[in-house]
């Protein structure tokens, strides 16, 4: 839910703007106020009180207020609704027409014609706009029209194109984040309507609207509290103030955006969308953009050296370019006579010099980290994998260790009763045709109260939806075993009306186990008590014996049981006990027991491993990421999912939360490192584990969670990893990913999108400094030894469009293989820029200025080249043949390591199409627009040469390829020459 309540508002901004609110609410006098005069919309509609007033008694806490209305049960008749029967389906359109939708007012989404009038902001480009509008203006001064045109209209059109290329790009990625964020918005809540509980869509609630609220909730809307059970509301997103807030009848208020800490309750939606008090404040508060990620941190950081290092060379370039110009003219004795083709050719020495820093400024690093992220997160997407944050995707491909839930992760979640033991029997559930069998088995008295405690101490309800079918909503567990309850032929309705509960203890990952009081009809108190099996049978001194009977629990029968339950354990069954407490009229009510308890009956649920998990784990493992699992279940269970998934290994230890606990800083630096299970954990375990990942072991630790305390761990952790179906929204809210279908497959499919995000930006960052050094020196040693450059303005500017954005668009789009994951992870702290890719980039440059340097030196004679266009030709020809290097080049990048560049090349649309794309106005510019590009047309034979001598880079990178790289990981720090993404010293 923090698409909608979005995080990016400091707390600071957030309580001082709710505390100036307030203070303007204590100036009216609440005792004094009248209800106010209901709108004609209201009265049609047949409600009976006003939008702004129904909304502003929740906003100011005014009790006074909710008085003065009647309280609860006559807001709720005012809004047209029953508390049990909620609002009718019907007169949801109506309610959203008066009261309003649940939706926060947005920033209208750029426009295409904004992304291209921030690009024609790029202070260089607006330099070459006005050398061409200066170029256009002598040129035809001089040269007349059209041909005094051509030179300033073709740098003009040049950077128009670059200019709409780079919008395009731009905006298809901000289309591709807005898509993701609406799937961030997806959200379902349980509301009562029409009578019957059932989910809708967080933008479907309505004023009126009964809504069920249970731990890891946020609230959806402002509203006010109907029933419930020790629930605690944390409004420190709102006020700042870190003690969770206790809900009841005499304080009823509920504000959007607050998370639910403990308990449950039911609540009555007051105000939805900009009349909440979220709503309010955002109307104030703007919202943040996403912060750049660590790699383009590093990136831009890359960039502006290269960039300084341009701005060097074009200096240079011009100063050079002008000196032999003026030396000329001195020599030809016309230094004092300048003529407007004079100004011309400075100009166009301007323009080039401008160029140059066009094309050094590599602005496409940037861009290909977030094209190619957009990409993967658009792809992980597809894959059932929500990316949350940009900088996740990179650091996931260096993940060393996932830390890992069972339950649903690597479990399938999908919970039956496997056995039971009653009566001191164990007893196999296989189908439903069983339940007559075992129903007749078990003594009536123990039958009673084993439907009781399983219909009366659950947090989850039996609903019957309007076709008339039976559905469970609640946790996994609890609706296992209301399904046994129900195959027994028990009836939740029955068995709630009963009997009245009084207080309520909801289960959590600390306490685990869930209680409940209640008063019997024939006077005295009975508590229930469900949960891990150790926590209960502790609390247990009786037990019902083989005939239905309650005696006491001796030692030898505890031992008895506690042998019971680590055989359920080791069949991989998660284990539950049952028991209850009997109290006469004497008891206070005030509290529920915590000891005295008799045990009823132990429970193994199966919840089967998750097809190719297994693979899943060994693919981990052959990737060098270490998978650890980490659960709230019995040992002996954790150890049997564990093997059974391929996470325990028989030099692999398997520990208990509280052993863990209990060890000091270096014992836990001895043990950590063979820990592959930790069972019975509490949150604090698996935040204390992370840490230590972290700080002792300098690991790049991911975790899973789906519960409220597994916030911590998930914040602490380099990728938070929540679970989109089990997971509450308190966990999605501090993760970086969500997964959507909660099965520990995805996760390795992020992580093998992460390297591929982070191994094509290597890619692109070896093609485009290739490009780079190659296209600096040229003019650069063209203008000191020639007195011109060989590549032009418009030139030049295309030569940045191919490694720019078109480089960016092949290069970092490239999908991921299974290669990626048969290489160990990067550690923290390494350089980008491999010795692996410093070959390539030297060896391919060296090549390339080899080539175009003779062409420049001695290329007339080489290429027999002779008459008038002679220059002309020979220009055209290197240019032509610098394009098509970089053609080859961008083929070569893809594989860093492999001689075989051309693998599953034709696979990928996209490189093929750019790669296409640019050969074919390569054609268009050279036949076709020479007039602006100063090309001319070659003969067919030039053109083979010019693809040959670019096809010959691809021999000179498989002669590369064979050099070893002398002690890569001792230069760099990673193994095989992949490097980190998110730490470390400056790349450059």
Not at 237 to 265: A, N, Y
Not at 396 to 409: E, F, H, L, N, Q
Not at 439 to 444: A, H, M, N, R, T
Request: glycine content about 8%; overall charge neutral.
């Amino acid at each position: 839910m923090k698409a909608i309540y979005p995080s990016l508002f400091t707390r600071e901004k957030i309580r001082v703007a709710l505390y100036v609110q307030k203070a303007a609410l204590h100036f009216i006098d609440a005792g004094n106020r009248v209800p106010p005069q209901l709108s004609k919309e209201v009265i049609e509609a047949g409600f009976g009180i006003n939008p702004n007033d129904l909304a502003s008694i929740v906003r100011g806490h005014d009790h006074k207020n909710l008085k003065l209305h009647g309280g609860i049960e006559r807001i709720a008749q005012k809004v047209s609704v029953t508390i049990n029967n909620g609002v009718r389906e019907m007169d949801v359109p109506l309610r959203q027409k008066v009261y309003g939708l649940n939706q926060y007012t947005e920033k209208p989404s750029r426009s295409f014609w904004t992304f291209i009038w921030e690009a024609l902001h790029d202070l260089t480009l607006v330099i070459l706009m006005v050398c061409a509008v200066v170029s256009v203006a002598v040129g035809l001064a001089t040269e007349g029209w059209p041909k005094g045109m051509y030179d300033g209209l073709g740098i003009i059109l040049s950077i128009l194109l670059v200019v709409l290329v780079t919008a395009v790009s731009d905006y298809r990625q901000s289309l591709q984040f807005k898509d993701l964020d609406k799937e961030k918005k997806k959200i379902d809540i349980q509301v009562t309507r029409d009578g019957c509980r059932q989910k809708v869509s967080i933008y479907d609630l309505v004023v009126g609207d009964i809504v069920h609220l249970n731990i890891g909730d946020q609230v959806p809307a402002d509203g006010l509290f109907i029933s419930g059970y020790s629930l605690l509301i944390d409004e420190s997103c709102l006020s700042g103030e870190s003690e969770p807030v206790l809900i009841r009848p005499e304080k009823p208020f509920l504000l959007s955006g607050t998370k639910v800490q403990d308990g449950s309750g039911k609540m009555l939606v007051t105000s939805v969308g900009m009349r909440t008090e979220w709503g309010r404040l955002m109307e104030t508060l703007s919202q943040g953009g996403e912060d750049e990620t660590p790699l383009q941190v590093k990136l831009n950081g890359v960039a502006t050296i290269i960039g300084k290092i341009g701005l060097c060379f074009s200096i240079l370039t011009f100063l050079v370019l002008v000196g032999r110009f003026l030396v000329e003219k001195q020599i030809r004795g016309e230094l004092l006579k300048w003529s407007s083709s004079d100004g011309l050719k400075m100009m166009n020495y301007f323009a080039i010099a401008v160029t140059i820093i066009v094309v050094a400024v590599p602005e496409g690093l940037p861009l290909a980290v977030t094209l190619s992220l957009a990409f993967a997160m658009k792809k992980l997407m597809n894959d059932k994998a929500l990316v949350r944050h940009l900088s996740a995707c990179e650091t996931m491909g260096s993940a060393s260790c996932i830390c890992t839930d069972k339950t649903g992760t690597l479990t399938t979640n999908h919970m039956a009763v496997n056995k039971v033991w009653i009566c001191e029997e164990a007893k196999v559930v296989t189908s439903s045709e069983s339940g007559n069998d075992l129903k007749s088995s078990i003594p009536e008295s123990v039958l009673t109260i084993l439907l009781q405690s399983i219909f009366q101490n659950t947090g989850s309800e039996v609903v019957k939806g309007r076709d008339g079918k039976t559905t469970i909503m609640g946790t996994p567990t609890e609706s296992a075993i209301l399904e046994f309850g129900l195959l027994l032929g028990g009836d939740f309705e029955t068995q709630r009306q009963a009997s009245n509960i009084l207080k309520v203890e909801p289960f959590n990952s600390v306490r685990k186990k869930m209680s409940v009081l209640v008063s019997l009809q024939g006077g005295g108190f009975r508590a229930f008590c469900k949960g891990a099996s150790e926590v209960i049978l502790q609390m247990c001194d009786k037990i019902v014996d083989h005939s239905g009977s309650v005696v006491s629990m001796s030692e030898v029968q505890k031992n008895y049981v506690m042998d019971v339950i680590n055989g359920f354990a080791s069949e991989a069954l998660r284990t539950l006990c049952l028991a209850f407490k009997d109290m006469n009229e004497t008891f206070s009510g005030d509290s529920i027991p915590v000891d005295g308890y008799t045990l009823i009956s132990l429970f193994g649920i199966k919840d089967p491993v998750r097809p190719g998990v297994k693979d899943a784990v060994r693919a981990c493992i052959a990737a060098g990421i270490n998978v650890r699992m980490v659960t709230g279940d019995n040992i002996y269970t954790a150890k049997a999912i564990a093997k059974e998934c391929g996470i325990l290994t028989d030099d692999g230890l398997a520990i208990e939360g509280p052993e863990f606990r209990s060890k000091n800083p270096q014992e836990m630096k001895e043990l950590i490192p063979k820990v592959q299970v930790m069972a019975r954990s509490l949150p604090l375990d698996k935040h204390t584990l992370v840490t230590h990942l972290r700080n002792m072991f300098n690991e790049v630790v991911a975790v899973t969670g789906d519960g409220t305390n597994d916030a911590p761990a998930l914040h602490e952790a380099d990728i938070g990893l929540a679970m989109g179906i089990a997971g509450t929204e308190v966990a999605k809210e501090n993760a970086d990913i969500i997964i959507m279908d909660d099965n520990f497959t995805t996760i390795v499919n992020v992580a093998k999108w992460g390297r591929s995000v982070y191994i094509n930006i290597q890619k692109f960052v070896q093609f485009q400094l290739t490009v780079n050094v190659v296209a600096l020196m040229v003019n650069f040693i063209a203008a000191c030894f020639i007195g011109s450059a060989p590549l032009t303005a418009v030139q030049l500017l295309w030569v940045n469009m191919i490694m720019d954005t078109l480089g960016a668009l092949a290069l970092a789009t490239e999908p991921p293989n299974d290669e990626m994951m048969k290489r160990p992870p990067v550690g923290r702290g390494e350089n980008f820029i491999t010795m692996i890719m410093w070959r390539n980039i030297i060896g391919q440059s060296i090549y390339q200025l080899v080539v175009l340097g003779l062409l420049m030196f001695d290329g007339k004679r080489l290429l027999m080249l002779s008459g008038s266009d002679a220059n002309s030709v020979l220009n055209t020809f290197i240019f032509n043949s610098f394009v098509f290097c970089q053609v080859f080049n961008e083929i070569n990048s893809r594989e860093m390591e492999k001689m075989n560049v051309f693998h599953d090349m034709f696979s990928n649309w996209i490189f093929i199409s750019v790669v296409s794309s640019t050969i074919v106005f390569q054609v268009i510019i050279v036949e076709y627009l020479g007039a602006i590009a100063k090309t001319v047309s070659l003969s067919w034979h030039l053109w083979l040469l010019s693809i040959l001598i670019g096809s010959v880079s691809l021999i000179i990178a498989v002669i590369l390829k064979c050099i070893p790289v002398k002690s890569v990981k001792n230069v760099v720090g990673g193994p095989r020459g992949y490097e980190p993404l998110s730490s470390g010293p400056d790349m450059a």
